[in-house]
Structures are given as C-alpha cells and as structure tokens.
C-alpha cells in the first residue's frame, strides 16, 4: 500500500477518533453507520453514537394508490453518487431482454448531468424513459409502481423512504451502506448484489409479471417507512 494512502488513512482515523473523544454526542443519520464509525476510527465505545435520520415529508395516509405501469426514479443529477447512468443501462438490458413494452421508466431530477443522460437514451434508442426534470415528486410516488434505486452514496435515503410510505417497492443495491435497516430482500423490496444488472433486469421482470408479490412488498415497505416516522417522533 503506498505510503501516502496509509498516511491519509491515519489522517482519517485520527480526526474522527477525535470528534468522538471531544463530542457530547456524535449524531448520525442511521443506525447503520454507527459499526462503520466504530471501525474508521478504531474505537471500542459508542455510548455517545445516536442516529437521527432524514424526517419524511408527506402526511400519513394509509390509503390504495391507483398504480400504474410506471417505474421512477428521483434523484439530483450527480453520477457520482445517484448511478443514473447505470439505471438507464438496467433499462436499457431490461427492454432487450424481456418482451415488455407496456410499462415505462420516469426520472424526476435536475442537474448539470442532465446532458449526458440525454445523450446516453439518444445514442443508444431507448424508448419508454422520460425525463421530466424539476418537479413535485408526491405525484410521481403515488402512481408509479417501482422505484428504481441505484445510488451509492447517500446519508439517509430520504426519496427511499417516501416511495415507500406511498406502497412504491424499491430496487436497489447492496453496496449501498445507506440502505442497511431498511430494505429486506422478498420482504419489502428486491435487494440486488453490486453491479448486477442481469439479476436487477430480472428482478424488474418479476415484479412486473407478479402482481401478488408486487402487492405484498409494497404493504410491507408501507408498514417499514410507517415503522420509521414511529420510531422518530419526538
């Protein structure tokens, strides 16, 4: 390992091994990152360790949404961390792999990799994706049926959470940490190995051809982001 990075690794535990050590409390925004404190900076206490996550947005409202055959992402337009030009090549695989054309791909965000996304659906023709920029996403949450999540970095996943409290069901990656405490595989939504965009086609597929599971999950993702707003109510 170059000197450099064990230098700059140091440098890291050091300085949160520091703000633990100087804190009254040290505030997250999930539970999940608490081991992942613990583990940079080499501490054997988290006494101090509390999480408040993201607070959600919308009222409570256990009520059935008219769903439609619309899956959605929304996401600001930074590749880094939102993956959109990843989703759009799940899209992409999905639509010449499966013989479905009834269902269509919304993405609901602004920024400046507009462009490039719009160049990616262009060069490579494909159809059923919409970009409808800045907007109110409540709408886009109540009729859409599947939430395609393909970040990987974020705090505390707020646009995760309010699919969810609107019966959306969720597909995302298990390289994002973000995700951990939330998301339970064939139990609230699909949870898919890194970069597996074959299994993440496939998963799309059999939620669209299984409306029984499709229900089951997005009732149970209900109750998890209901679960959530109990849990943190002050």
């Given at each position: 390992i170059p000197l450099r990075l064990v230098g700059s690794e140091m440098c890291i535990r050091d300085r949160y091994k520091s703000i633990y050590k100087y804190s009254d409390a040290l505030v997250l925004l999930s539970d999940?990152?608490?081991?992942?404190?613990r583990s940079i900076a080499n501490l054997k206490d988290s006494s101090k360790m509390v999480s408040i996550p993201n607070f959600l947005s919308f009222d409570y409202v256990e009520r059935n949404y008219s769903k439609t055959n619309e899956l959605l992402i929304v996401a600001r337009f930074d590749e880094i961390?939102?993956?959109?030009?990843?989703?759009?090549?799940?899209?992409?695989?999905?639509?010449?792999?499966?013989?479905?054309?009834?269902?269509?791909?919304?993405?609901?965000?602004?920024?400046?990799?507009?462009?490039?996304?719009?160049?990616?659906?262009?060069?490579?023709d494909i159809v059923n994706v919409k970009l409808v920029g800045r907007d109110d996403s409540k709408k886009?949450?109540?009729?859409?049926?599947?939430?395609?999540?393909?970040?990987?970095?974020?705090?505390?996943?707020?646009?995760?959470?309010?699919a969810m409290q609107m019966k959306v069901v969720p597909i995302a990656f298990d390289d994002c940490m973000a995700?951990?405490?939330?998301?339970?595989?064939?139990?609230?939504?699909?949870?898919?190995?890194?970069?597996?965009?074959?299994?993440?086609?496939?998963?799309?597929?059999?939620?669209?051809?299984?409306?029984?599971?499709?229900?089951k999950l997005?009732?149970?993702?209900?109750?998890?982001?209901?679960?959530?707003?109990?849990?943190?109510?002050?």
């Open positions: 999940a990152y608490i081991p992942i404190y961390s939102k993956r959109i030009l990843l989703a759009l090549k799940i899209w992409k695989h999905f639509l010449s792999t499966y013989d479905v054309r009834d269902w269509c791909l919304t993405i609901v965000g602004y920024g400046e990799w507009e462009s490039v996304y719009k160049d990616f659906i262009n060069k490579n886009y949450f109540e009729r859409s049926s599947i939430l395609m999540f393909t970040s990987l970095l974020e705090g505390a996943p707020l646009s995760l959470l309010e995700i951990r405490g939330f998301l339970i595989n064939d139990v609230n939504s699909k949870v898919i190995k890194s970069l597996d965009i074959s299994e993440y086609s496939r998963s799309i597929y059999d939620l669209i051809t299984n409306e029984k599971l499709r229900c997005s009732e149970n993702a209900f109750t998890v982001s209901y679960t959530h707003l109990r849990a943190h109510e002050t």
